[in-house]
């Protein structure tokens, strides 16, 4: 099972395209999950969600610099979503020259529920020099878990001006920045 989109994009003058892929988990050793988790028990791992979204963009060099700031929904609490061993600081799951985005989320001892994200791509208008973070485009995604084993949520667009409900997590998260 594929679940996949596309959602068309502009900014800074210029056109461009996010695919966006979300599959179930089939092998979570080719997926490099013993990375992250030694003691790697696979079975339980196995129909989680795999989502990566890829850049097209017709700007080049510095205007292709972005961002990607992912906010979850998880047990009734909404989170921003960090990479752990980088600056809480930063509200960037990544950041940098077409940025791809990349989440492959496992929670298999959580209790039955809904864990959805919904991911933005943004952009610092002046790319290095102030800590203001404007979004571009927006999708949900997600999976909901029943005893144990995941119904994966088919991704949606979302219109980039939803993050204005997350506008406040955000500022408390990291108050260094600005989110218009």
Not at 13 to 19: A, C, F, M, P, Q
């Amino acid at each position: 099972m594929r679940r996949e989109m596309s959602i068309p994009f502009e900014t800074r003058g210029h056109r461009g395209l996010i695919s966006v892929r979300v599959i179930p988990n089939d092998d979570p050793w080719a997926s490099g999950h013993p990375l992250i988790v030694p003691d790697l028990d696979a079975e339980s791992l196995r129909g989680f969600p795999v989502c990566t979204a890829a850049l097209r963009y017709h700007g080049q060099g510095i205007e292709a610099i972005m961002g990607w700031i992912q906010v979850v929904t998880h047990g009734g609490s909404a989170t921003v979503d960090l990479v752990p061993n980088l600056s809480r600081v930063d509200p960037f799951s990544s950041y940098g020259y077409l940025p791809t985005f990349f989440d492959a989320p496992v929670h298999p001892a959580d209790p039955d529920g809904t864990w959805r994200a919904e991911t933005f791509l943004v952009v610092v208008p002046d790319v290095i020099r102030s800590r203001i973070v404007e979004p571009v485009a927006a999708f949900t995604w997600g999976y909901e878990l029943y005893s144990g084993r995941p119904e994966l949520l088919d991704p949606t667009s979302l219109a980039a001006q939803d993050w204005a409900g997350h506008r406040s997590l955000l500022a408390a998260a990291h108050p260094a920045w600005t989110f218009r």
